[in-house]
């Protein structure tokens, strides 16, 4: 609400509103909150549930653990793969990764197959580390990756590679984004230790 609903979608605002006022030469008063926001965020859900998609049953649903597919798994060492392979092909490379042969499992999005499947992923999951399955998933579109801390975000190659996260005075934080070809945006400064004397602020 804060983030998504609130202020992106106010700069969104802003933004759209000076394109539109170099054509009309008229400004306007831009009314974003952080409910409207939300709810636009959520539109796919919304979309799921007019369709009859959705239930309002906790826990029943696609992407809220009501799928085996789409879930989270304890591995040997007491840390998790998240696994959220919904198309076909994806859910077969999950399988071929487990080592799991499809013969005689319930469909995929069998509602009444889902229990089987997962305490069979349950059980596979638990066989190995963490580690060991990133290393079998990693190259494949499984759409199954681990579930890093944060501190082991700073260290995963693709944020590397695309120096997504930069240290400010020994304050790790996200780098500037989205970026631009033309005009890339400066590094970020750190706060000022001390205010600014308000007639600075004000001076012409």
Known sequence: GDFGGGSMFLVFGILAALVERQNSG???????AMIDGALALSHMIWGMKGVGLWSDERGTNLLDTGMAFYDTYETSDGKYMAVGCI???FYAELLQGLEISPEGLPNQLDPNGQDQLRKLFTEKFKTKTRDEWWAIFEHT?????????????????HIQARTGLIDIDGVVQHAPAPRFSRTPA?????PPNEGTPIETVWAD
Do not use: M, S, W, Y
Request: hydrophobic share 30%; glycine share 6%.
């Open 26 to 32: 008229k400004g306007q008063v831009i009314d974003a």
């Open 87 to 89: 198309e076909p092909q």
């Open 141 to 157: 579109d499984a759409c199954t990756t681990p579930v890093l801390t944060f501190t082991e975000a700073e260290q995963n190659p």
């Open 186 to 190: 400066g590094i970020p400064t750190p």
